[in-house]
């Protein structure tokens, strides 16, 4: 079974610029996560979606960042524009709410410039 | 609110030593509480999960943490630490009215010592 699925590993941008990261969750998993995790710190939800819908967003900062998870599949997440604080690894996780037990991807390490 | 406290963010043994890395959360309600690893540049990867079945919680790798209710810790053991072993290790807690929704403590940094 194909585990969850991030692309870029790794992106390096200036402040200002926009990026976007992408995640294919575990096949038949509606439930879907992205997380952000700062330097030695834990990671922290962002946005939590069930199929299409977001039904926890609070912590994510709208002014800049962005979330959609069109068909229900995969997700894509948006940062615009970058600022120097927003340099962390960002990480999609998915389930199917069995034990609450959550896989998650390998991540995709931001540095902004 | 619900929150994870892990006591330690370096702890260094030396190889075939015992390994403790301490969790404790704060929460209310039963929780489901987890232990993932996190090698560099690498996703977290579960070890074991606490659900309510039994308290003693075998994993991967020889890994296995105990629930204590009263104490409302669920502290990682491993008798005998290995080279391998060292990466950063992070608890997780579930439950209550975050459901669905994992509230992490702030992680371990194992180094292990030949």
């Known amino acids: 079974e194909a585990g969850v699925v991030q692309s870029p590993r790794y992106k390096i941008i200036e402040k200002k610029q926009p990026v976007a990261f992408w995640c294919n969750p575990i096949?038949?998993?509606?439930?879907l996560y992205w997380y952000r995790q700062n330097l030695g710190q834990g990671p922290e939800l962002l946005i939590r979606?069930?199929?299409?819908?977001?039904?926890?967003d609070s912590q994510l900062p709208k002014d800049r960042f962005s979330a959609e998870r069109l068909k229900g599949v995969d997700s894509t997440l948006k940062i615009q524009p970058a600022e120097l604080g927003d340099s962390a690894v960002y990480l999609c996780?998915?389930?199917?709410?069995?034990?609450?037990?959550?896989?998650f991807g390998p991540g995709t390490r931001l540095t902004v410039l | 609110a619900q929150s994870v406290t892990q006591l330690g963010s370096h702890v260094s043994v030396s190889e075939g030593a015992l390994v403790l890395l301490r969790c404790n959360y704060s929460s209310s309600v039963p929780p489901y509480l987890f232990w993932y690893v996190q090698y560099p540049n690498q996703g977290l990867q579960l070890l074991l999960k606490y659900t309510s079945a039994a308290t003693l919680v075998k994993g991967i790798n020889g890994f296995e943490a105990e629930f204590k209710k009263s104490e409302t810790s669920f502290h990682l053991t491993k008798p005998s630490a290995h080279m391998s072993d060292a990466a950063e290790y992070f608890c997780?807690?579930?439950?209550?009215?975050?459901?669905?929704?994992?509230?992490f403590g702030q992680g371990t940094i194992l180094t292990v010592h030949p």
């Open positions: 996780a998915s389930t199917t709410f069995v034990d609450n037990e959550q896989f």
């Open positions: 997780a807690y579930a439950g209550g009215t975050s459901y669905g929704k994992l509230t």
């Open positions: 979606y069930e199929n299409e819908e977001a039904v926890d």
């Open positions: 096949s038949g998993h509606n439930t």
